[in-house]
């Protein structure tokens, strides 16, 4: 437990320390923990450290591990995040359980969670993925179908929009990494002169958190630096 507190404070404070950098507000910036493939016994520990927000890529572990807390440790206000890729026949399962999906980047899969959202839950809050680096291995929408997307998820009455998603193409490059981040950061900007409950721009990991938080990401993803290498 102490090793993934400690991983929690150091992440935290590095944080703070780039919002003071970069001239961002303070607590400003969230910390997503990435807890896919990991046991529910680091969860425990991370929770237990105060952490509460938790994002997960893969629809059944991410249930079974949304249940399992449900049901054995219900005194947790958990948040939970979907923000792997969604297939057609997944969505019931991630609309009836998780909080928030950070990888909406079909009319087709927003309309599915929107249908399949219990009325006994609150909306769910979502965001576009965008594929700011055009990579055919990456999923998201371009910058051009952003506005049309983001129309049709505000027409559903079970979503909320709250913003966008990117994994820009993984260079070492700090000003490459800046690039593309301020590329999103302008669409995010263009997106909120539009729809005012958006706030909410999820980008940064690991190798490049410090240009995600320079360039304006309220939300960054981190996995392995708070709960070490995938099992």
């Known amino acids: 437990m102490q090793t993934i507190q400690v991983n929690l404070e150091r992440i935290q404070d590095e944080i703070r320390d780039y919002e003071l950098k970069f001239g961002r507000p303070p607590q400003s910036v969230q910390l997503l923990a990435v807890s896919k493939t990991k046991p529910n016994q680091a969860i425990l520990d ?3 450290a105060g952490h509460r927000q938790f994002g997960e890529n893969y629809v059944q572990e991410g249930v079974e591990k949304i249940q399992y807390f449900q049901e ?4 947790f206000e958990i948040e939970w995040h979907f923000i792997g890729p969604i297939q057609s026949n997944k969505t019931r399962p991630i609309a009836e359980n998780f909080d928030w999906v950070h990888s909406i980047e079909r009319t087709k899969i927003a309309k599915r ?3 399949q959202r219990g009325t006994d839950l609150p909306p769910l809050q979502v ?6 680096s055009a990579e ?3 999923s998201g929408v371009d910058e051009q179908q952003v506005l049309e997307l983001a129309q049709a998820i505000t027409e559903l009455p079970n979503l909320t929009l709250r913003g966008l998603m990117s994994i820009p193409a993984a260079v070492a490059d700090h000003q490459q990494q800046l690039e593309a981040f301020k590329q999103l950061s302008a669409m ?3 997106l909120q002169c539009l729809y005012p409950q958006v706030d909410t721009l999820s980008m940064g990991m690991s190798g490049d958190m410090p240009a ?3 360039a304006g990401s309220t ?3 981190i996995g392995t630096a708070i709960f070490g290498s995938r099992n």
Do not use: D, P
């Open 46 to 48: 991370a929770l237990g």
């Open 72 to 75: 054995h440790h219900s005194q």
């Open 113 to 115: 969670l929107s249908q």
């Open 127 to 132: 965001l576009i993925q965008v594929n700011t």
């Open 136 to 138: 055919e291995s990456k």
């Open 188 to 190: 995010f900007e263009q």
């Open 212 to 214: 995600a938080i320079e």
């Open 219 to 221: 939300m960054v993803r």
